[in-house]
Nanobody, 115 residues
Framework: QVQLVESEGGVVQAGGSLRLSCAAS????????MGWYRQAPGKQREWVAV???????NYAGSVKGRFTISRDNTKNTEDLQMNSLKPEDTAVYHC?????????WGQGTQVTVSS
């Protein structure tokens, strides 16, 4: 089992920045990648970013160039640095950890971007 604990989100103005953190515990050795998803009101959950154990990162087109995902294998944490935030970035953000036998999810944290 893998447990994921996320930091609190917050409310920021458009154009501002916010950093989310996720700490993993449990069967850390089984994690192959960690990432972030988000779900806005009335929308389906969408993938945002992923970081592999090898250091590769990928981003959804909607956040590419604005968000940066980082993973610290020694601390078993991952961060999502969000810059140039837009009102459409408002959503509940979930940390995700992928293993060979399934995915694990954090509790979700609210990010609100005001116009």
């Amino acid at each position: 089992q893998v447990q994921l604990v996320e930091s609190e989100g917050g409310v920021v103005q458009a154009g501002g920045s916010l950093r989310l953190s996720c700490a993993a515990s449990g069967s850390i050795f089984s994690i192959t990648s960690m990432g972030w998803y988000r779900q806005a009101p009335g929308k389906q959950r969408e993938w945002v970013a992923v970081a592999t154990s090898e250091g590769s990162t990928n981003y959804a087109g909607s956040v590419k160039g604005r968000f940066t995902i980082s993973r610290d294998n020694t601390k078993n944490t991952e961060d999502l640095q969000m810059n140039s935030l837009k009102p459409e970035d408002t959503a509940v953000y979930h940390c995700n950890a992928a293993t060979l036998v399934g995915d694990y999810w954090g509790q979700g944290t609210q990010v609100t971007v005001s116009s």
